[in-house]
């Protein structure tokens, strides 16, 4: 069997820079906390135009980040689309590019995050979970797949790895995820790479005094936005498909080889 094992890498970045200046990027789910301060990052440092998708009608919330955001760059663009219905994001992406000209990346940000243990979950809390990764994923492939773009990339988590209990659902979506953007990137015209984030405890839905006591349990410390885009760039500039980033609060033990027969990612 292959297995899959966390290794500490020091990526080497190539010269080419991750995004282009005044680009156009669509981010499904990206109204939504770290897409929000992906955006912020985007628009400071590169004039992008960012496009969010997102299933709720634009709401007194999203366009209080749109007028905040436009302060640093173009203002984000919000279609509400549901992105596990093909038509419904297709008609997005048809809007993308009427009103912008064209696309140059696509983000899957997307996420429900229903905690709770598995013998206290009903079906219809478990599936929505796994939707927003499963669903939107294959989604995004069909429909954007056949533009010309930088890259796909797609945010996931190290709940790949870890799978916290409470977090089937989350966890469950994350490995399909991660696969799938592995099967992508290796038959996809385009580059795709998958970013496995540890715990952001200053924006999204995992901040907040519960999460910050339970990461301190497990001994993880909060990622930070500046920190964050160091390592995302990383990701998009140097040759691995595939990066994991946690912030611990001790450091790790050494890295045991695999065993034989074992496969490193």
Known sequence: WYRQHLRP????????????????????????????AWSE?????????VVWIGRRAADAGIRSAIDRLSQHGPAPHYIAADAT???ALQAACDEVQRRFGRIHGVVQSALVLGDQGLAGMDEARFAASLASKVDVSV???????????????????V??????PGQSNYAAGCVFKD???????????????????????????AAGEVYEARMKQYGLASIEPDEGWQ????????????LALLKTTAPLPP???????????
């Open 9 to 36: 890498v020091t990526p080497a970045l190539d010269t080419a820079p991750a995004y282009r200046q005044h680009g156009v990027y669509v981010d499904i789910g990206g109204a939504g906390g770290i897409g929000q």
């Open 85 to 87: 219905d093909r038509a």
């Open 159 to 164: 709940q790949s790895f870890f799978r916290s």
């Open 179 to 205: 696969a799938f953007a592995q099967a992508l990137g290796r038959h996809g015209a385009c580059c795709v790479k998958v970013m496995n984030w540890g715990w952001w405890g200053s924006v999204g839905v």
């Open 231 to 242: 390592a995302l760039e990383a990701l998009l500039r140097g040759p691995h498909r595939q």
């Open 41 to 49: 990052h985007v628009l400071r440092q590169h004039g992008a135009q």
């Open 255 to 265: 890295a045991r080889p695999p065993r034989d027969g074992g496969a490193e990612r």
């Open 139 to 157: 989604r995004m492939a069909q429909v954007f797949g056949a533009l010309d773009l930088d890259f796909a990339l797609f945010f996931s988590s």
